[in-house]
C-alpha cells in the first residue's frame, strides 16, 4: 500500500477545465473520501488517479512513483489500482470466483484459490464462488467488485459511489463494514460520494469539491466545525449565515450578540461579514429569558428542528429534544452555546 | 385471475389453428413408413445434402463471424472517416436476396465475364487455362451468404457492443488487462449471446436457401426437396425430406431463444454510460475505413452496379407490357398479401392484449412459427393438404353431382397468398407487437376516466400510436413477399409469374443479363425496409 501524492493537477475535456488545480495527499493507510454535488468533478479526479483520463498539468504520484503529469501516462492496466465502479461493472459473464481471479491471472493456481478464499471470508461471502453476477443481490455484487478491487493487493483503492445503488438504510452500515475491512488491510483508499453520512461512517479525511476545484481537505470534525468556504459550511451538516459587523480582532457584532471569532488576518474591522450559525449553536431551555418567535419547525423523531425569528428578521435554526413541542408562532426561551464564530466575507444570499 | 374463453379467443385460437394446418399436416408424415424412394435417397443424395449443410452452415458462420463482428467492433468504440455513412450503408447487403447476388457474381466472374476478360487481357493469353476458382461452388455459396447474411451478426453484436457500460471495459483496465485482453476475455465473451442469436439468423437464412444453391448447383434439402416433390410427386418422401430439414431448423431455434435469454442476463439492468468516443486518425482511421466498406463494396455496391448494368443493356427490349404485367403481379400479391397478413396480426394481438392468457399468448407464438420454415417446407405443406382437399370434394361431386370441380385451392392464388401470410405473419406480430405493446392498458384506462368512449380511444389513442409500426410492418411483409422465391415457384398458378420467378426462370437458362430489370427491382423494393431499420435505430441510439 502505497501514499498518494496529487500536486496542482489540472484537467480539460475540450476546452472546459474540469479539474482545477487541485492537490491533495493521503498517507500510506489512510481512507479519503471525495464529497461534493454531481457535476463538481470528483469522478473525474479519481479516473485521473485510474488512469482513465488524462492531466493537462501537475502530477499524480503514486509512492514514489510518478504515474500521471502533463508528458507521462502510465496506461490503467499498469498502474496496479483497485477501482469500485458505481454500477460495480462486474464481467456478468463469470461467476464470482472468476470476477475475482481476473486480475490475478498470473498467480499460481494455489494462491488464486488461496487469495479467492480470504477474500471471500472478508467480505463475508464464502461458499457463493460459482454463483453469477445476477444472481447476487445489490449488496452482494457490491462486496464482489470491492474483493475483486483488493484482490491484486493494489497500490490504491478507488471507488466511485460504490453505496449509491444501494437501499439507503444498507448505505451506512455497509460503509462502516467496508472501513473495517480497508484498516483490516491497510489499505490506502480514496471514495467518492455525494452522501456526507456515507463519507463520514467511512473516511479520515474529506475534501469538499466544486466546480472543479477542492476547497477543503480535512477531517470531517473541521469541516463542521471549521468549514473555510460558504460552500463547505452549506454542504456539510446545515446551518444559516446570518449578517454581522466585525468589532475587533476578536469579535464579531450580530444579531445574536457579540460572538468571540478569530478574523485578525482576514478582515477589517468595521467590514461587514457573514457568520455561520449552526443548529446545535442555538439550545433551547424554556427558562430562558430571550425569547424567540417559531416561523416553522420539523419534527425528526429524535429532535425538533425549529426555525426561529430574531429581532433583525434574519432567521436561524434550533436544535430541541423532541418532547419539546412547541406551536409556530409561539415563544420559546434560547440559549447561545458557540465558543468560536466561522466569518465569512459578506454572501449575497442567506444560506439555509 | 382466471380469465373466461370469450368467442375472441375461441377466433384466435381457430385462426392459429387452421394457418398452421400445413405444419401438422407435414409433422403427421413422420408416422407414415418410409418408401423405396426414401430408401434409395438415404443410400445416395441425403448424406449428401446433410454434409452440404453441415459444411454451408460452418463456412457461413466463419465467413459471417469474420465480417460482422470486426466492423460491428470498430462502429460501436471508434470516431472515424465516414462512420456516419457506413454504420447504416453496412445494412445495405440485406437488401440483396443471395440468389440474385449469386447470379451477378457468376455473371462477373464467368469465362466471358469482365473479371475473367480483364484478367486475360493482362497476361495478354487467350488460352482457356488460366486457373480461376469456380464461383459455382460449395465454397462460392459460402461466399454468397456470407456476403448477405453478415449483416445480422453485425447489427446483433454492434447493439451488444454499444450498450455494454463502459466502467465494465474499464474496470478491465484496473485489473491489469491491457485493449485486446479487454476485447478477447470481456467484450466479446459478454456480446457472445447476442453475435449467437445473430448468426443462428444468418445460418436459419441459409438452410432456407433455395435458389443459390440451385444456381450453383450445390445439393442440398431444399434442393433436395424441391427435385423429389418435382420430379418423383413422392408426398410421403418429401414430407419426410421436409421433416429432417426442420430438425436442424429446430435446433437452430432453440440455440437462437437460449442465447436472446441469457444476452439479457449479459446487459444487466445498468443503463450503459453516455460515452465519447476515441477518434481514430491517419491510418488507422483509413484502416477502419477499409475495413467497413470491404463488406458493403463487395455485398451491394458491386453486385448492385453489375445489376443496374444488365437492366440498362437489356432495357429498351424487356420494358415491354410483359415486364409491367410482371410488376403488377407481384406487386398486387404483395400488397394484398401484406393486408391481410397485417389485419391477422392486429386480430391476434388485440385478442392477446385483451385476455392476458397465457394461453392466447402461446397460441399467438405458435401462429407465428412459420417465419423459421423454409420457403420450399412452408410450399410443399400447404400443397399437401389442399390437394388433398380437392381431390377429395372433387370425388364427393363426381360421385354425388356428377360434375368435376377440378382444383378449387391447390393451383390457385389463394394457396399462394395462404402460405405467405403462414410464412411472415410473425414479422406482422413483431412489428405490430412492439406498437403495441407502447399502449399500456393504463392508457386505456386513463382515457377512459377522461370520458373517452371506445371509438374515441382507437381514433386519439391507438390509430395515433401504433400507425408507424402498422406502415413499418406492412412494408416488411410486402418485401418479403416480392423476394421470396421457392414458395412462389411451386405454389404459383399456371402460368402466373412474379419478379422473383422470372428473375430465376432468367438464370436458369443462362440469361443472367434479363434476370437483370426483375432482379434490380426487387432489390431496390427491398432497399426500403433497410432504410427504416437503420432509421430506427439511430433513433434509439440518440
Same mark, same amino acid.
Given at each position: 500500500?502505497? *501514499?498518494?501524492?496529487?500536486?496542482?493537477?489540472?484537467s480539460?475535456?475540450?476546452?472546459?477545465?474540469?479539474?482545477?488545480?487541485i492537490?491533495?495527499?493521503?498517507?500510506?493507510?489512510?481512507i479519503?473520501?471525495?464529497?461534493?454535488?454531481?457535476?463538481?468533478?470528483?469522478?473525474?479526479?479519481?479516473?485521473?488517479?485510474?488512469?482513465?483520463?488524462?492531466?493537462?498539468?501537475?502530477?499524480?504520484?503514486?509512492?514514489?512513483?510518478?504515474?500521471?503529469?502533463?508528458?507521462?501516462?502510465?496506461?490503467? *492496466?499498469?498502474?496496479?489500482?483497485?477501482?469500485?465502479?458505481?454500477?460495480?461493472?462486474?464481467?456478468p459473464?463469470?461467476?464470482?470466483?472468476?470476477?475475482?481471479?481476473?486480475?490475478?491471472?498470473?498467480?499460481?493456481?494455489?494462491?488464486? /484459490?488461496?487469495?479467492?478464499?480470504?477474500l471471500?471470508?472478508?467480505?463475508?461471502?464464502?461458499?457463493?464462488?460459482?454463483?453469477y453476477?445476477?444472481?447476487?443481490?445489490?449488496?452482494?455484487?457490491?462486496?464482489?467488485?470491492?474483493?475483486?478491487?483488493?484482490?491484486?493487493?493494489?497500490?490504491?483503492?478507488?471507488?466511485?459511489?460504490?453505496?449509491?445503488?444501494?437501499?439507503? *438504510?444498507l448505505r451506512?452500515?455497509?460503509?462502516?463494514?467496508?472501513?473495517?475491512?480497508?484498516?483490516?488491510?491497510?489499505?490506502?483508499?480514496?471514495?467518492?460520494?455525494?452522501?456526507?453520512?456515507e463519507?463520514?461512517?467511512?473516511?479520515?479525511?474529506?475534501?469538499?469539491?466544486?466546480?472543479?476545484?477542492?476547497?477543503?481537505?480535512?477531517?470531517?470534525?473541521?469541516?463542521?466545525?471549521?468549514?473555510?468556504?460558504?460552500?463547505?459550511?452549506?454542504?456539510?451538516?446545515?446551518?444559516?449565515?446570518?449578517?454581522?459587523t466585525?468589532?475587533?480582532?476578536?469579535?464579531?457584532?450580530?444579531?445574536?450578540?457579540?460572538?468571540?471569532?478569530?478574523?485578525?488576518?482576514?478582515f477589517?474591522?468595521?467590514?461587514?461579514?457573514?457568520?455561520?450559525?449552526?443548529?446545535?449553536?442555538?439550545?433551547?431551555?424554556?427558562?430562558?429569558d430571550? /425569547?424567540?418567535?417559531?416561523?416553522?419547525?420539523?419534527?425528526?423523531?429524535?429532535?425538533?428542528?425549529?426555525?426561529?425569528?430574531?429581532?433583525?428578521?434574519?432567521?436561524?435554526?434550533?436544535?430541541?429534544?423532541?418532547?419539546?413541542?412547541?406551536?409556530?408562532g409561539?415563544?420559546?426561551?434560547?440559549?447561545l452555546?458557540?465558543?468560536?464564530?466561522?466569518?465569512?466575507?459578506?454572501?449575497?444570499?442567506?444560506t439555509? | 385471475?382466471?380469465?373466461?374463453?370469450?368467442?375472441?379467443s375461441?377466433? @384466435?385460437?381457430?385462426?392459429?389453428?387452421?394457418l398452421?394446418?400445413?405444419?401438422?399436416?407435414?409433422?403427421?408424415?413422420?408416422?407414415?413408413?418410409?418408401?423405396?424412394?426414401?430408401?434409395?435417397?438415404?443410400?445416395?443424395?441425403?448424406?449428401?445434402?446433410?454434409?452440404?449443410?453441415?459444411?454451408?452452415?460452418?463456412?457461413?458462420?466463419?465467413?459471417?463471424?469474420?465480417?460482422?463482428?470486426?466492423?460491428?467492433?470498430?462502429?460501436?468504440q471508434?470516431q +472515424?472517416?465516414?462512420?456516419s455513412?457506413?454504420?447504416?450503408?453496412?445494412?445495405?447487403?440485406?437488401a440483396?436476396?443471395?440468389?440474385?447476388?449469386?447470379?451477378?457474381?457468376?455473371?462477373?466472374?464467368?469465362f466471358?465475364?469482365?473479371?475473367?476478360?480483364?484478367?486475360?487481357?493482362?497476361?495478354?493469353?487467350?488460352?482457356?487455362?488460366?486457373?480461376?476458382?469456380?464461383? $459455382?461452388?460449395?465454397?462460392?455459396?459460402?461466399?454468397?451468404?456470407?456476403?448477405?447474411?453478415?449483416?445480422?451478426?453485425?447489427?446483433?453484436?454492434?447493439t451488444?457492443?454499444?450498450?455494454?457500460?463502459?466502467?465494465?471495459?474499464?474496470a478491465?483496465?484496473?485489473?491489469?488487462a491491457g &485493449?485486446?485482453?479487454?476485447?478477447?476475455?470481456?467484450?466479446? &465473451?459478454?456480446? $457472445?449471446?447476442?453475435?449467437?442469436?445473430?448468426?443462428?439468423?444468418?445460418?436459419m437464412?441459409?438452410?432456407?436457401?433455395?435458389?443459390?444453391v440451385?444456381?450453383?448447383?450445390?445439393?442440398?434439402?431444399?434442393?433436395?426437396?424441391?427435385? @423429389?416433390?418435382?420430379?418423383?410427386?413422392?408426398?410421403?418422401?418429401?414430407?419426410?425430406?421436409?421433416i429432417?430439414?426442420?430438425?436442424?431448423?429446430?435446433?437452430?431455434?432453440?440455440?437462437?431463444?437460449?442465447?436472446?435469454?441469457?444476452?439479457?442476463?449479459? @446487459?444487466?439492468?445498468n443503463?450503459?454510460?453516455?460515452?465519447?468516443?476515441?477518434?481514430?486518425?491517419?491510418?488507422?482511421?483509413?484502416?477502419?475505413?477499409?475495413?467497413?466498406?470491404?463488406?458493403?463494396?463487395?455485398?451491394?455496391i458491386?453486385?448492385?452496379?453489375?445489376?443496374?448494368?444488365?437492366?440498362i443493356?437489356?432495357?429498351?427490349t424487356?420494358?415491354?407490357s410483359?415486364?409491367?404485367?410482371?410488376?403488377?403481379?407481384?406487386?398486387?400479391?404483395?400488397?394484398?398479401?401484406?393486408l391481410i397478413t397485417?389485419?391477422?396480426?392486429?386480430?391476434?394481438?388485440?385478442?392477446?392484449?385483451?385476455?392476458?392468457?397465457? +394461453?392466447?399468448?402461446?397460441?399467438?407464438?405458435?401462429?407465428?412459427?412459420?417465419?423459421?420454415? &423454409?420457403?420450399?417446407?412452408?410450399?410443399?405443406?400447404?400443397?399437401i393438404?389442399?390437394?388433398?382437399?380437392?381431390?377429395?370434394?372433387?370425388?364427393?361431386?363426381?360421385?354425388?353431382?356428377?360434375?368435376?370441380?377440378?382444383?378449387?385451392?391447390?393451383?390457385?392464388?389463394?394457396?399462394?397468398?395462404?402460405?405467405?401470410?403462414?410464412?411472415?405473419?410473425s414479422?406482422?406480430?413483431?412489428?405490430?407487437?412492439?406498437?403495441?405493446?407502447?399502449?399500456?392498458?393504463?392508457?386505456?384506462e386513463?382515457?377512459?376516466?377522461?370520458?373517452?368512449?371506445n371509438? @374515441?380511444?382507437?381514433?386519439? !389513442?391507438? !390509430?395515433?400510436?401504433?400507425?408507424?409500426?402498422?406502415?413499418?410492418?406492412?412494408?416488411?411483409?410486402?418485401?418479403?413477399?416480392?423476394?421470396e422465391?421457392?414458395?412462389?415457384?411451386?405454389l404459383?398458378?399456371?402460368?402466373?409469374?412474379?419478379?422473383?420467378?422470372?428473375?430465376?426462370?432468367?438464370?436458369?437458362?443462362?440469361r443472367?443479363?434479363?434476370?437483370?430489370?426483375?432482379?434490380?427491382?426487387?432489390?431496390?423494393?427491398?432497399?426500403i425496409?433497410?432504410?427504416?431499420?437503420?432509421?430506427?435505430?439511430?433513433?434509439?441510439?440518440?
Amino acid at each position: 500500500m502505497r *501514499e498518494l501524492h496529487i500536486n496542482q493537477i489540472e484537467s480539460r475535456h475540450q476546452n472546459t477545465v474540469i479539474l482545477n488545480q487541485i492537490s491533495l495527499h493521503l498517507a500510506a493507510g489512510e481512507i479519503g473520501c471525495l464529497l461534493g454535488p454531481s457535476g463538481c468533478g470528483k469522478t473525474t479526479l479519481l479516473r485521473t488517479i485510474a488512469g482513465l483520463q488524462p492531466i493537462t498539468q501537475g502530477n499524480i504520484c503514486l509512492g514514489e512513483q510518478t504515474v500521471s503529469s502533463d508528458c507521462v501516462h502510465i496506461e490503467t *492496466e499498469s498502474r496496479n489500482v483497485g477501482m469500485v465502479f458505481q454500477d460495480y461493472a462486474l464481467f456478468p459473464h463469470l461467476n464470482v470466483a472468476d470476477n475475482i481471479r481476473f486480475g490475478i491471472a498470473n498467480f499460481s493456481k494455489k494462491q488464486q /484459490q488461496e487469495r479467492i478464499r480470504t477474500l471471500l471470508e472478508l467480505v463475508d461471502l464464502s461458499g457463493k464462488e460459482t454463483r453469477y453476477p445476477h444472481e447476487l443481490s445489490g449488496g452482494q455484487q457490491q462486496r464482489v467488485a470491492l474483493a475483486r478491487a483488493l484482490a491484486a493487493k493494489p497500490q490504491i483503492l478507488l471507488m466511485d459511489e460504490p453505496f449509491s445503488g444501494l437501499d439507503v *438504510e444498507l448505505r451506512e452500515s455497509l460503509a462502516r463494514q467496508v472501513r473495517c475491512i480497508l484498516k483490516a488491510e491497510g489499505i490506502t483508499a480514496l471514495m467518492v460520494t455525494h452522501n456526507q453520512n456515507e463519507a463520514f461512517a467511512i473516511a479520515d479525511s474529506i475534501g469538499v469539491m466544486n466546480a472543479g476545484e477542492l476547497l477543503q481537505w480535512g477531517s470531517s470534525y473541521t469541516l463542521y466545525h471549521q468549514p473555510n468556504h460558504p460552500f463547505v459550511a452549506d454542504f456539510i451538516g446545515q446551518g444559516v449565515l446570518i449578517k454581522g459587523t466585525v468589532c475587533s480582532c476578536s469579535q464579531v457584532h450580530t444579531a445574536l450578540g457579540n460572538l468571540k471569532t478569530n478574523v485578525c488576518d482576514d478582515f477589517e474591522p468595521d467590514e461587514q461579514v457573514s457568520v455561520l450559525v449552526r443548529p446545535d449553536d442555538i439550545i433551547h431551555r424554556d427558562e430562558s429569558d430571550w /425569547q424567540l418567535e417559531v416561523i416553522n419547525r420539523v419534527f425528526r423523531g429524535s429532535h425538533f428542528l425549529y426555525t426561529l425569528k430574531l429581532d433583525s428578521g434574519e432567521h436561524v435554526l434550533c436544535m430541541s429534544q423532541s418532547h419539546h413541542d412547541h406551536e409556530i408562532g409561539s415563544k420559546i426561551g434560547v440559549k447561545l452555546e458557540m465558543d468560536h464564530a466561522v466569518v465569512f466575507p459578506l454572501q449575497q444570499e442567506n444560506t439555509t | 385471475m382466471t380469465k373466461r374463453i370469450n368467442r375472441w379467443s375461441i377466433l @384466435t385460437t381457430l385462426i392459429a389453428l387452421l394457418l398452421t394446418v400445413p405444419l401438422w399436416v407435414l409433422v403427421s408424415f413422420v408416422f407414415e413408413p418410409t418408401n423405396d424412394n426414401w430408401a434409395h435417397l438415404s443410400d445416395t443424395l441425403l448424406p449428401v445434402y446433410i454434409i452440404n449443410s453441415l459444411w454451408l452452415m460452418l463456412g457461413v458462420t466463419i465467413g459471417t463471424l469474420l465480417l460482422g463482428i470486426p466492423t460491428a467492433w470498430l462502429i460501436s468504440q471508434y470516431q +472515424f472517416f465516414g462512420k456516419s455513412i457506413l454504420h447504416w450503408a453496412l445494412l445495405l447487403p440485406m437488401a440483396m436476396p443471395a440468389y440474385i447476388i449469386a447470379y451477378t457474381y457468376t455473371g462477373l466472374l464467368e469465362f466471358e465475364g469482365p473479371v475473367q476478360s480483364a484478367l486475360r487481357t493482362v497476361f495478354e493469353t487467350q488460352t482457356v487455362n488460366l486457373w480461376f476458382p469456380e464461383i $459455382r461452388s460449395l465454397g462460392g455459396a459460402i461466399v454468397m451468404f456470407s456476403l448477405v447474411l453478415y449483416p445480422y451478426v453485425y447489427l446483433l453484436a454492434r447493439t451488444s457492443f454499444a450498450n455494454q457500460s463502459q466502467s465494465v471495459m474499464h474496470a478491465s483496465r484496473t485489473l491489469g488487462a491491457g &485493449p485486446y485482453k479487454t476485447f478477447f476475455k470481456v467484450a466479446l &465473451p459478454i456480446a $457472445r449471446p447476442a453475435i449467437i442469436a445473430g448468426l443462428t439468423l444468418a445460418l436459419m437464412e441459409t438452410l432456407a436457401d433455395f435458389g443459390t444453391v440451385q444456381h450453383f448447383g450445390v445439393p442440398t434439402f431444399t434442393t433436395g426437396i424441391y427435385r @423429389t416433390w418435382t420430379g418423383f410427386g413422392d408426398t410421403t418422401t418429401t414430407a419426410q425430406l421436409s421433416i429432417l430439414l426442420l430438425v436442424f431448423v429446430t435446433a437452430l431455434m432453440a440455440i437462437e431463444f437460449w442465447s436472446r435469454k441469457k444476452a439479457q442476463y449479459f @446487459t444487466g439492468h445498468n443503463q450503459p454510460l453516455r460515452k465519447t468516443l476515441p477518434t481514430l486518425t491517419g491510418h488507422q482511421s483509413l484502416l477502419a475505413f477499409s475495413v467497413c466498406l470491404l463488406p458493403i463494396l463487395f455485398g451491394f455496391i458491386i453486385p448492385a452496379l453489375q445489376l443496374l448494368d444488365w437492366s440498362i443493356n437489356v432495357a429498351s427490349t424487356q420494358l415491354n407490357s410483359e415486364f409491367f404485367a410482371l410488376v403488377w403481379n407481384s406487386f398486387s400479391l404483395a400488397f394484398v398479401t401484406a393486408l391481410i397478413t397485417i389485419s391477422i396480426a392486429l386480430l391476434l394481438l388485440y385478442v392477446k392484449r385483451a385476455q392476458q392468457h397465457t +394461453f392466447i399468448d402461446n397460441t399467438v407464438r405458435i401462429a407465428g412459427l412459420g417465419y423459421a420454415i &423454409p420457403g420450399v417446407v412452408i410450399a410443399v405443406a400447404v400443397m399437401i393438404p389442399f390437394a388433398w382437399l380437392d381431390n377429395t370434394v372433387d370425388n364427393w361431386a363426381r360421385t354425388h353431382l356428377d360434375i368435376s370441380t377440378g382444383l378449387l385451392l391447390s393451383g390457385t392464388l389463394f394457396a399462394l397468398v395462404f402460405a405467405y401470410c403462414f410464412r411472415f405473419l410473425s414479422v406482422a406480430l413483431q412489428s405490430v407487437g412492439s406498437g403495441l405493446s407502447q399502449i399500456k392498458p393504463s392508457m386505456d384506462e386513463s382515457a377512459k376516466t377522461l370520458g373517452a368512449n371506445n371509438w @374515441t380511444l382507437l381514433k386519439r !389513442i391507438h !390509430i395515433p400510436l401504433l400507425s408507424s409500426s402498422l406502415i413499418t410492418a406492412f412494408i416488411l411483409v410486402f418485401v418479403e413477399v416480392l423476394k421470396e422465391l421457392p414458395t412462389t415457384l411451386i405454389l404459383r398458378p399456371f402460368n402466373f409469374n412474379t419478379l422473383s420467378v422470372r428473375a430465376y426462370e432468367m438464370a436458369a437458362d443462362e440469361r443472367l443479363a434479363d434476370a437483370g430489370l426483375p432482379a434490380l427491382l426487387i432489390v431496390i423494393t427491398g432497399l426500403i425496409p433497410v432504410i427504416i431499420l437503420s432509421k430506427l435505430i439511430g433513433k434509439r441510439h440518440a
